[in-house]
């Protein structure tokens, strides 16, 4: 079946970076975008950007466009985001799921919490 | 296209039927405000409810239904049930490729 599984919670010092991970698996990989979502705590869902695997070709939220880093690697089927210079405000769980035509996301991974600490 | 309004939350009694609405979507021609809703429980990853306004995907009970008016979409979940208490996004394609996400409806049944 089609699972998107992510790794593990990280505890960072502002000013660290972080580099996240979502391997997929049950479908071929290079056919869908994989997007980014963030929840701080208590607080909703907010987009952060998109990769297409195929072609490695990214979109980001204008509020992420100079500090995300969205990546993949077709050989181990897994798309990555980068959050260079850690801020407390970074503290939340981050998601990665899958793009389906018409703009909406099928299935998403468990999430991983990033825990920012000053 | 700047952000999609939802209700802080909305209530409902078992067997009752309640919305909630999306405004902002954009009203520009050639826009095509593909929206999507999704549920959410606590501590858990959002799950999608429908797709382009109103498509269920395979495996959604169709007491979900999805509409849009103009710059208004709106999910009607119909015959409330105890777990359908949740928060729920609503969520919109822009016209640079990206994807905003409403703030999200506490839903107390």
């Known amino acids: 079946q089609i699972q998107l599984v992510q790794s593990g919670a990280e505890v960072k010092k502002a000013g660290a970076s972080v580099k996240l991970s979502c391997e997929a698996s049950?479908?071929?990989?290079?056919?869908?975008?994989i997007h980014w979502v963030r929840q701080a705590p208590g607080q909703g869902l907010e987009w952060m950007g998109w990769?297409?695997?195929?072609?490695?070709?990214?979109k980001y939220s204008q509020k992420f466009q100079d500090t995300v880093i969205i990546t993949r690697d077709t050989a181990a089927n897994t798309v990555y985001m980068e959050l260079p210079s850690l801020r407390s405000e970074d503290t939340a769980v981050y998601f990665c799921?899958?793009?389906?035509?018409?703009?909406?996301?099928?299935?998403w991974g468990q999430g991983t919490l990033v825990t920012v600490s000053s | 296209q700047s952000a999609l309004t939802q209700p802080a939350s909305v209530s409902g009694s078992l067997g009752q039927s309640i919305t909630i609405s999306c405004t902002g979507l954009?009203?520009?021609?050639?826009?095509?405000?593909?929206v999507s809703w999704y549920q959410q429980y606590p501590d858990r990853a959002p799950r999608i409810l429908i797709t382009?306004?109103?498509k269920r995907p395979s495996g959604v009970s169709d007491r979900f239904s999805g509409s849009k008016s103009g710059n208004v979409a709106s999910l009607t979940i119909s015959n409330l049930q105890a777990d359908d208490e949740a928060l729920y996004y609503c969520?919109?394609?822009?016209?640079?490729?990206?994807?905003?996400f409403g703030a999200g409806t506490k839903l107390t049944v």
């Open positions: 799921a899958r793009h389906r035509s018409g703009w909406w996301l099928d299935n």
């Open positions: 049950g479908y071929p990989f290079t056919t869908y975008n």
């Open positions: 990769i297409n695997a195929g072609n490695g070709r990214t």
């Open positions: 954009s009203t520009d021609p050639g826009t095509y405000n593909l």
């Open positions: 382009e306004g109103n």
């Open positions: 969520c919109s394609d822009t016209t640079s490729a990206t994807l905003i």
